[in-house]
């Protein structure tokens, strides 16, 4: 879950550099947004799929 939530969180945060780099008009900094938001994205994807197939990482006490 930790990696679903730090992957969204990346992706939020590269868009919206780039949104400020279009606004600007830096190409680099638009760029680096993008990028980081792609890294992001595959972050919360592969979180996303961990999650699904191991669910919580707690152990349940009986």
């Not at 590269?14 to 780039?18: D, F, I, K, S, W």
């Given at each position: ?12 945060a ?5 949104v ?27 979180g ?15």
């Open positions: 879950m930790l990696g679903l939530a730090i992957g969204v969180g990346a992706l939020v590269g868009l919206v550099m780039a400020l780099g279009a606004g600007v008009g830096y190409v680099g900094l638009v760029a680096g947004g993008l990028v980081i938001a792609a890294m992001g994205l595959l972050a919360a994807i592969v996303a799929i961990g999650f699904a197939r191991h669910g919580s990482a707690r152990t349940e006490r009986e």
